[in-house]
């Protein structure tokens, strides 16, 4: 049985790669009787490993089918919302565009993520998310200073700044219906959502403590007391003594004694001290210096891999992993005091559940 501070809200979700899976994971996680649309297929079962396929039912129409389309018109009269990730157009195509389903259901809150939004130049453009956060500004500003920008993975665009938003949208959006408001069409575009994450470097760069160079600046990696360093070992830590009072704390337990160090927020000595922090580092092993800095107000944690993670004591502590058929696997986020989510159910395979959903939400076919 459902569980969570979504729990009674129906949503219809999609099939679609990437992001749009992420929301619909979320939104499961934390209640929602999400149900996803997906193409009819041979009924396989679901995978195990798709971890952000986890918590909905699935239901197989053919969406080239106009009956299989009227059953989904039927299936999202009675849903809170829709969440969709295609290129603009492909909805209105199929007889699905927020015209016609609002006409049917005029509270539906119409959720659309793509990575370029309904409009502007490149809208009908393909890309990926390294293209998306290209255009924010938010690409450049990440990387060492080779010059060469890195791909931060593709949490900055697919993720943070689409499917977060598109849930945070989906969201505001129901709570308005329920305040007695009108549903909507909600435009998520990815580069928007970077763009957004990235207000707080405009402020900086507004304020002229930002540059336009890359390891340069206090939160790039440019500044000695925000970054990460290799141990003896060859494994890394972080350090973020960024506070007067942390950055002191920092330099008695790495015994950084020189005067030099005096002068944290010179920036012309930034490439100097950080040399000397690299040569005091890399004198220990990871396991030797979390005995010394770990829980300690340095601001310190290791850099672990993803074998590491979820046998980390406070990743531990919090049950922030969780294993479900075998595969370890991030824990629902955030967490509620009152209404707690969890994982509803495995990973559906295509079409699984068709029947029971069209049972359950009182839908016949013809």
């Given at each position: 049985m459902a569980q969570g501070p979504l729990s009674g809200v129906k949503i219809v979700e999609f099939a679609g790669i990437g992001p749009g899976p992420f929301c619909g994971m979320l939104l499961s996680d934390m209640g929602a009787d999400v149900i996803r649309i997906d193409r009819p297929g041979d009924g396989r079962p679901g995978r195990a490993a798709d971890v952000t396929g986890r918590g909905r039912r699935s239901i197989g129409l053919n969406l080239k089918d106009p009956g299989d389309i009227e059953i989904a018109l039927k299936l999202l009269e009675q849903?809170?919302?829709?969440?969709?990730?295609?290129?603009?157009?492909?909805?209105?195509?199929?007889?699905?565009?927020?015209?016609?389903?609002?006409?049917?259901?005029?509270?539906?809150?119409?959720?659309?993520?793509?990575?370029?939004?309904?409009?502007?130049?490149?809208?009908?453009?393909?890309?990926?998310?390294?293209?998306?956060?290209?255009?924010?500004?938010?690409?450049?500003?990440?990387?060492?200073?080779?010059?060469?920008?890195?791909?931060?993975?593709?949490?900055?665009?697919?993720?943070?700044?689409?499917?977060?938003?598109?849930?945070?949208?989906?969201?505001?959006?129901?709570?308005?219906?329920?305040?007695?408001?009108?549903?909507?069409?909600?435009?998520?575009?990815?580069?928007?959502g970077a763009a957004s994450l990235a207000a707080m470097f405009y402020g900086m760069k507004a304020a002229g403590i930002w540059t336009d160079d890359r390891e340069a600046n206090m939160l790039d990696g440019g500044a000695h007391f925000y970054d990460t360093y290799e141990c003896a070992d060859g494994k890394w830590v972080s350090i973020g003594s960024i506070e007067p009072q942390f950055y002191a704390i920092l330099r008695e337990k790495a015994g950084l004694t020189d005067p030099a160090f005096d002068a944290?927020?010179?920036?012309?000595?930034?490439?100097?001290?950080?040399?000397?922090?690299?040569?005091?580092?890399?004198?220990?092993?990871?396991?030797?210096?979390?005995?010394?800095?770990?829980?300690?107000?340095?601001?310190?944690?290791?850099?672990?891999?993803?074998?590491?993670?979820?046998?980390?004591?406070?990743?531990?502590?919090?049950?922030?992993?969780?294993?479900?058929?075998?595969?370890?696997?991030?824990?629902?986020?955030?967490?509620?005091?009152?209404?707690?989510?969890?994982?509803?159910?495995?990973?559906?395979?295509?079409?699984?559940?068709?029947?029971?959903?069209?049972?359950?939400?009182?839908?016949?076919?013809?």
């Open positions: 849903a809170d919302a829709l969440i969709e990730g295609f290129r603009p157009g492909v909805m209105e195509r199929n007889g699905l565009g927020p015209d016609v389903v609002l006409a049917r259901n005029p509270n539906l809150v119409y959720g659309r993520m793509t990575g370029w939004g309904q409009t502007g130049a490149l809208s009908h453009s393909a890309g990926h998310d390294l293209n998306y956060i290209a255009i924010t500004g938010a690409l450049h500003a990440m990387g060492d200073g080779d010059g060469r920008p890195r791909p931060p993975l593709n949490l900055v665009g697919d993720y943070g700044g689409g499917a977060l938003y598109l849930a945070m949208g989906v969201l505001a959006g129901i709570i308005n219906v329920k305040n007695g408001g009108k549903g909507q069409v909600i435009d998520v575009a990815m580069s928007d944290q927020m010179d920036k012309s000595k930034w490439p100097e001290l950080k040399q000397k922090v690299m040569d005091v580092i890399k004198t220990k092993t990871r396991d030797e210096w979390c005995e010394i800095m770990e829980g300690t107000d340095i601001c310190f944690a290791p850099v672990l891999s993803m074998s590491e993670a979820p046998k980390y004591k406070h990743n531990t502590d919090r049950e922030t992993f969780i294993e479900l058929e075998g595969v370890i696997q991030p824990a629902p986020a955030p967490r509620f005091s009152e209404t707690p989510g969890k994982v509803q159910r495995r990973p559906a395979g295509l079409g699984e559940h068709t029947d029971e959903i069209l049972k359950d939400w009182g839908v016949s076919r013809g």
